[in-house]
């Protein structure tokens, strides 16, 4: 039996579950989210609780039993604390700011790199090298960090580029000045 997936899901005090087949829907505080299960997995909501099982211990059923927990959790999780990731950006003239609704960096190329704030999703630029993003889809997160790093990757030179806070780029030597062919 998956450890994970037999640990039921707790629902807190403010978050309303519903579950319909295979379809789990989580409101709280901070939004909805709405999310459809695989045809294998049995879904139940027991009074303050939602318990998955699974048919049999085929591989992929095993594989799946602790997925949907671990996701009808990070949703469960999202609606009441909401998820968070937080980048740095290191470089001379590098620098983020927000205007409304948009991101706007100056990462060094010949134009600004302007992105639109998904719904669901706050961008906040609390300092120049500094970008959070919030939201409380744990996926959406992840992924809209992530198109923001990729707009200028840190380099292994010098490091300089857009990094999630606490990553540790690993860094090469440089050229060393040897003696060339004549």
Known sequence: MS????MPVEIPAGVDVKVNGQEVTVKGPKGTLNQTFHKNMSIQKEGNAVIITRPNDEKLNRALHGLTRALI????NGVTK???KSLDI?????????QGKKLILTLGYSHPVEMEEPAGI???????D????KGAN??????VAA?????RPPEPYKGKGIKYTGETIIRKEGKTGGKGKK
Do not use: C, Y
Not at 130 to 133: D, P
């Open 82 to 84: 909401g998820f968070e």
């Open 122 to 128: 706050t961008i906040d630029v609390p300092a120049q």
């Open 138 to 143: 744990k996926q959406l997160v992840g992924e």
């Open 90 to 98: 290191v470089g001379v003239g590098f620098r983020a700011q927000k």
């Open 3 to 6: 450890r994970i997936g037999r």
């Open 130 to 133: 500094k970008i959070i993003v």
């Open 73 to 76: 959790a990070n949703m469960v």
């Open 147 to 151: 198109q923001i790093r990729e707009k």
